[in-house]
């Protein structure tokens, strides 16, 4: 356990991590991630579960749901929102760092891929960033949509991808920018990614004009045409850009 009760910024930054990595209605301090992480920096599951709710209080989307958080966050919660928030390539990866250093490990020791298969220098310093810096965008993208398909509302995770709204390729900026995700199930993310469906600045689902030649296939009207022009299910935070929207429904969107 941490030898003095006030909180590092290690230990704060990581609670930012934790904040975007889980859903913040489902915060308590009975929460397996609330526990796990509580663990890891030393502190108990009541004192992170507060953190994560006084990192609450400073998030203007929540307000905007009438969403308050905690009051009587430190000056330091402030510092480390006004560092990170908006930088999000920046707190992916050092937060990380952080979560693997706290436990002596190194990074690719907590990352589930086979990170050992790749060669040694720094492609494989490039792979292991990449590989973190992808699983803290699906988290944070996850959790922000409260584990539900933002169409259908499908809840099984082990079908949901956050879906980048601008691809990774074609904007480099805003790779890990949560306001660029949208969290699907995966026949949807891939027909997304596609352009047979989009979703439009003011969060209308719409659906290719390609279908039509498909109408036939019972599959169709299950699984897209009923979509059409339905609202998407918004995210409790991390609102999906207008601006990365209406770039898709520019770009890629086949009508």
């Given at each position: 356990?941490?030898?003095?009760?006030?909180?590092?910024?290690?230990?704060?930054?990581?609670?930012?991590?934790?904040y975007?990595?889980?859903?913040f209605?489902?915060?308590?301090?009975?929460?397996?991630?609330?526990?796990?992480?509580?663990?890891?920096?030393?502190?108990?599951?009541?004192?992170?579960?507060?953190?994560?709710?006084n990192?609450?209080r400073l998030?203007?989307?929540?307000?905007?749901?009438?969403?308050v958080?905690?009051?009587?966050?430190?000056?330091?919660d402030e510092?480390?929102?006004?560092?990170f928030?908006?930088?999000?390539?920046?707190?992916?990866y050092?937060?990380?760092?952080?979560?693997?250093?706290?436990?002596?490990?190194?990074?690719e020791?907590?990352?589930?891929?086979?990170?050992?298969?790749?060669?040694?220098?720094?492609?494989?310093e490039?792979i292991i960033?990449?590989?973190?810096n992808?699983?803290?965008?699906?988290s944070?993208?996850?959790?922000?949509y409260?584990?539900?398909?933002?169409?259908?509302?499908?809840?099984?995770?082990d079908?949901?991808?956050?879906?980048?709204i601008?691809?990774?390729?074609?904007d480099?900026v805003?790779?890990?920018?949560?306001?660029n995700?949208?969290?699907?199930?995966?026949?949807?993310?891939?027909?997304?990614?596609k352009?047979f469906i989009?979703?439009?600045?003011?969060?209308?689902?719409?659906?290719?004009?390609?279908f039509?030649?498909?109408?036939?296939?019972?599959?169709v009207?299950?699984?897209f045409?009923?979509?059409?022009?339905?609202?998407?299910i918004?995210?409790?935070?991390f609102l999906?850009?207008?601006?990365?929207?209406?770039?898709?429904?520019?770009?890629?969107?086949?009508?």
């Amino acid at each position: 356990m941490a030898k003095s009760n006030n909180w590092t910024k290690e230990q704060t930054i990581v609670a930012f991590n934790v904040y975007c990595k889980i859903p913040f209605k489902n915060s308590s301090k009975t929460n397996p991630l609330i526990i796990k992480y509580a663990n890891i920096i030393g502190r108990s599951p009541s004192a992170l579960n507060m953190k994560v709710g006084n990192f609450g209080r400073l998030d203007p989307e929540l307000k905007k749901q009438g969403i308050v958080g905690l009051g009587n966050g430190s000056k330091l919660d402030e510092v480390v929102w006004n560092e990170f928030q908006g930088n999000w390539e920046k707190l992916a990866y050092e937060s990380e760092l952080l979560i693997a250093e706290f436990q002596n490990k190194k990074i690719e020791e907590i990352i589930d891929d086979l990170i050992f298969e790749f060669p040694i220098g720094t492609e494989r310093e490039t792979i292991i960033k990449q590989r973190v810096n992808q699983s803290f965008f699906r988290s944070t993208i996850l959790s922000s949509y409260n584990l539900q398909c933002c169409i259908t509302g499908l809840s099984i995770s082990d079908f949901l991808v956050a879906s980048h709204i601008k691809p990774w390729k074609v904007d480099e900026v805003n790779r890990l920018n949560p306001h660029n995700g949208l969290c699907l199930n995966s026949i949807h993310d891939k027909a997304f990614d596609k352009g047979f469906i989009t979703v439009t600045p003011d969060y209308k689902i719409k659906v290719s004009k390609c279908f039509d030649d498909f109408k036939k296939d019972e599959a169709v009207p299950d699984f897209f045409l009923k979509y059409d022009n339905q609202s998407i299910i918004l995210p409790d935070r991390f609102l999906p850009s207008k601006e990365f929207l209406d770039w898709h429904y520019t770009n890629l969107f086949k009508r």
